[in-house]
Nanobody, 125 residues
Framework: QGQIAEAGGDSVQTGGSLRLSCASS??????MAWFRQSPGKEREGVAI???????NYADSVKGRFTISKDNAKNTLFLQMTSLKPEDTAMYYC?????????????????????WGQGTQVTVSS
């Protein structure tokens, strides 16, 4: 059974940077994504990366966040820079069974079959 574990969440000040990582094992890695959820809000897609390394980002993080992966180490990353208080959330790693372009809406959480427990990011002003 697949296992996914995120790490790297922390508390930082506005303008700071963090790098999240996600180790996955036992899952067939195709479309992979980072989601986030703040208290009282729905979980939203932040960034996705396909098996061919194609990427897509939510408008709110474009130019500030970078998704990448190391296939040899089965690890997904999210480099976050110029952090804002509105980036405060629990961040989740997710893996789908098919490539991203198989899905009409690859940024939708319904696409993903495997989820980690999340890592908390808090940005203070």
């Amino acid at each position: 059974q697949g296992q996914i574990a995120e790490a790297g969440g922390d508390s930082v000040q506005t303008g700071g940077s963090l790098r999240l990582s996600c180790a996955s094992s036992g899952v067939r890695r195709n479309c992979m994504a980072w989601f986030r959820q703040s208290p009282g809000k729905e979980r939203e897609g932040v960034a996705i990366i396909d098996s061919d390394l194609g990427t897509n980002y939510a408008d709110s993080v474009k130019g500030r966040f970078t998704i990448s992966k190391d296939n040899a180490k089965n690890t997904l990353f999210l480099q976050m820079t110029s952090l804002k208080p509105e980036d405060t959330a629990m961040y989740y790693c997710a893996v789908a069974r098919r490539p991203c372009d198989f899905y009409t809406r690859a940024m939708s959480e319904t696409v993903y079959n495997y989820w980690g427990q999340g890592t908390q990011v808090t940005v203070s002003s």
